[in-house]
């Protein structure tokens, strides 16, 4: 979960490489670079030791000035070597090496209080099916298109009237979208519903943080606009319960990220989804309630492992908790524990395995306490030794009060940590993902007659017999309710 609380703040989400961090910019001048020296390191060799300078003007207000031979655009327009005197709230500045090979994308925030905003992505492909865009005949570009029956478009913060080749660092506002083109990504902003009703402080007192139940109601998830509208995941009515770790399965394009996508609210499903009875946008009022790792780290390597969660300790805490030192640090250092850093809190990021650099991504979410705790693959990248340490760690979180769900592609490792396992298989009877099989692992070992997670998978995508349609009959048919098979 990404955000600021402070007046006068101003951060740059920054996208390089399909790899995503946040910049604070705090200071009255900033440098950014790939040296050591430079305030902010970026590591990319292209980029040179001074890539641009930014800071707080006089005026109180944020400059940005080049000092580059990149191409520089600001919201799709050229700049050259011209400096920005005065940044605006979602200027997009992108920076293209001379070869166009090579890129970064920084998105400008400023003034906002929006704590909340978390940023998910999708490829292009997916993104068609959400927004406005198609690709051309011979399947290179991708164009974005006016629909007069869709409500007003923004393209790099202008209204669209014509069909626009869309580029690196294209911006696009339609719909419940906002976000910006990578090559092959479009990354949006999920904004939290805004609190009308109840302060934060008082919808989190509100939910109990130690016996809860989130409820899954989903009917449909449907993808495409007009005749390209299809349904991709249906029927899945479960019950899952404070302190379970819960692991999802699914066969190849089955709808596992879809499944999770839909229940922190990522992708909009047909149905409900709640936490002791209470829509789960009320929960989200509490801020970090809901936490989400994704699949590529979001720290930045040239970070100690200790400012790490610092920063992101800034970003999430309540201002109570940031106002009292002794409480801050409390948290700070069981969260170093509880993931197993402490003896890496001095240790830059660049210089730590695969396995701990993971670790220290699911830190930077943890350190905001939620109370559902999503993870997409946390393991990817990860020998053996270093996932026994991330397992045992989620499992201590789950013991506390928490419900922790994760999607991995090494399942049998974590074999003795989890509670309960969510399998989603293709129904090719009606070309759409659905509930396989919900409850505990040995009722799951019975059911598929495998005791083996990856075994199962491949059961599940075995397409010479059906199988994962026989099994969404078979479970089907024993009516196990919202509790599943225990």
């Given at each position: ?13 920054c ?22 020296g430079?305030?902010?390191c970026l ?19 944020f ?12 919201n ?6 011209k ?16 070869d166009?090979r ?18 998910a992505?999708?490829?292009c492909s997916?993104a ?10 011979d399947?290179?570009y991708?164009?974005?298109c006016?629909?007069?029956d869709?409500?007003?478009?923004l393209?790099?913060k ?16 339609s719909?419940?979208?906002?976000g ?7 990354y ?25 139940t ?10 495409g606009?007009?005749?390209n ?8 009515h ?9 692991l ?7 709808g ?11 992708e ?7 936490y ?5 946008d009320?929960l ?25 969660i ?17 409480e ?9 524990d ?20 993971k ?36 499992r ?25 396992v969510?399998v ?22 019975d059911?598929?007659g495998i ?32 509790e599943?098979?225990q």
């Open positions: 979960m990404l955000g600021i609380r402070h007046n006068r703040t101003a951060f740059f989400y996208i390089t490489d399909d790899q995503f961090s946040t910049i604070m910019v705090d200071q009255k001048k900033l440098t950014i670079g790939n040296s050591k430079s305030d902010i590591e990319k060799e292209w980029i040179g030791n001074e890539l641009a300078v930014v800071g707080r003007s006089g005026s109180g207000g400059y940005f000035r080049s000092g580059s031979d990149k191409l520089i655009y600001l799709g327009q050229y700049l050259g070597n400096s920005i005197p005065e940044l605006k709230d979602r200027d997009c500045i992108s920076i293209i090496s001379q166009s090579n890129w970064v994308i920084l998105w400008f925030r400023s003034d906002t209080n929006e704590a909340g905003t978390k940023w992505r999708l490829s997916e068609a099916g959400m927004l406005p865009i198609h690709m051309d005949q399947n290179k991708w164009y974005i006016p629909q007069d869709a409500g007003e478009t393209l790099n202008q209204v669209l009237t014509d069909t626009v080749l869309i580029n690196v660092g294209t911006t696009i506002s719909g419940a979208f906002r910006v083109f990578t090559p092959d990504y479009f949006y902003e999920v904004p939290m519903i805004p609190d009308t009703t109840e302060s934060p402080e008082e919808a989190g007192q509100n939910i109990s943080t130690g016996n809860g989130l409820s899954i109601d989903i009917k449909e998830r449907i993808v606009l007009f005749y509208r299809r349904v991709i995941l249906r029927d899945i479960i019950d899952i319960h404070s302190g379970e770790m819960v999802i399965l699914g066969g190849s394009g089955a596992k990220s879809t499944f999770m996508n839909a229940v922190i609210g990522y909009k499903a047909t149905g409900s989804i709640t002791n009875n209470r829509p789960l009320e989200r009022k509490s801020e970090n309630a809901i936490g989400f790792v994704p699949q590529d780290n979001v720290v930045r390597e040239g970070d100690k492992v200790g400012n790490a610092r920063n992101a300790a800034q970003m999430k805490l309540p201002e109570s908790i940031l106002a009292n030192p002794d801050f640090n409390r948290r700070i250092q069981h969260t170093l509880i993931m197993g850093l402490k003896e890496k809190e001095k240790s830059l990021i660049s210089k730590l395995s695969g396995g701990e650099k670790r220290v991504n699911v830190a930077a979410e943890y350190i905001g306490d939620p109370l559902l705790f999503f993870l997409d693959e946390p393991d990817t990248g990860v020998d053996p030794a270093q996932d026994e340490i991330m397992m045992r760690s989620l201590s979180i789950a013991d506390e009060g928490k419900i922790v769900m994760m999607i991995t592609h090494t399942p049998d490792r974590g074999i003795d940590y989890y509670d309960k969510i989603i298989a293709k129904n090719k009877e009606r070309q759409c993902g659905e509930l396989a099989f919900y409850g505990t692992k040995e009722k799951a070992w059911f598929f005791q083996s997670f990856e075994e199962i998978i491949k059961a599940l995508n075995d397409e010479s017999e059906d199988r994962s349609s026989a099994y969404v009959r078979k479970y089907q048919s024993l009516n196990p309710g919202r599943g098979l």
